[in-house]
C-alpha cells in the first residue's frame, strides 16, 4: 500500500467490463508513480487532484493504480476516529438511557432535578466519581417514600 498526493488525472478511454462500460483514467502521483485506473463512473472523483490517496500500485509494462478502501467498522486499532466516533455514540445513547430513566424515577420533578438524576445516573453508570453510594442512598430514599406514603403510586394488589 503507498500513501501519496494526487498531481493528475487524466481521462485515458474506455472499455466494456462483466459490469458495464468502464472509463479508464491516467492517474499521477506526488512521488513519481503513474497508472492506469478503471472507474465505473465517468466523472471520477477517487483521485481528486491535490489529495492525498492510499492505493495499490501493480508496476510492469502498463501499471495499475487501484484506491484502498477502509471499512468504516474495522477493528484496526490505526482507525481511531471511527472509535471515537463510536464512543461519542455510545455517551449518547448512555444519556438517552438515564434521561428517561429519571423521568421515570421521578416524574414529579423539575427540569433541574430530572437533569440532575440523569447526571447521577450516567455517572453510576459509567463508574465516574465512585457516585454509586451516593445514588444507592438516594434509590433507597425513594423506595422507602413510596412505601411510607401507602404504595398508592403502586398498589400491591397485582391482577396477576
Not at 84 to 91: A, F, G, I, M
Not at 103 to 130: P, R, S
Amino acid at each position: 500500500m503507498k500513501n501519496s498526493k494526487v498531481t493528475s488525472v487524466q481521462s485515458n478511454g474506455s472499455w466494456e467490463g462483466k459490469y458495464g462500460v468502464m472509463y479508464k483514467f491516467e492517474i499521477g502521483f506526488e512521488n513519481g508513480d503513474v497508472g492506469e485506473y478503471s472507474s465505473k463512473n465517468q466523472e471520477q472523483n477517487k483521485f481528486l487532484i491535490g489529495t492525498n490517496a492510499e492505493y495499490e500500485y501493480t508496476d510492469g509494462k502498463f501499471p495499475k493504480v487501484k484506491p484502498v478502501y477502509i471499512k468504516p467498522d474495522s477493528f484496526n486499532n490505526s482507525f481511531s476516529n471511527s472509535s471515537n466516533d463510536n464512543l461519542d455514540r455510545q455517551k449518547v445513547i448512555s444519556k438517552l438511557s438515564v434521561l428517561k430513566s429519571a423521568i421515570e424515577f421521578d416524574n414529579n420533578c423539575t427540569k433541574e432535578d430530572v437533569l440532575k438524576n440523569a447526571q447521577t445516573f450516567y455517572d453510576w453508570v459509567m463508574g465516574i466519581n465512585n457516585t454509586s453510594d451516593n445514588f444507592d442512598s438516594r434509590l433507597k430514599n425513594k423506595i422507602n417514600q413510596i412505601i411510607s406514603d401507602g404504595g398508592d403510586e403502586y398498589p400491591n394488589d397485582l391482577p396477576f
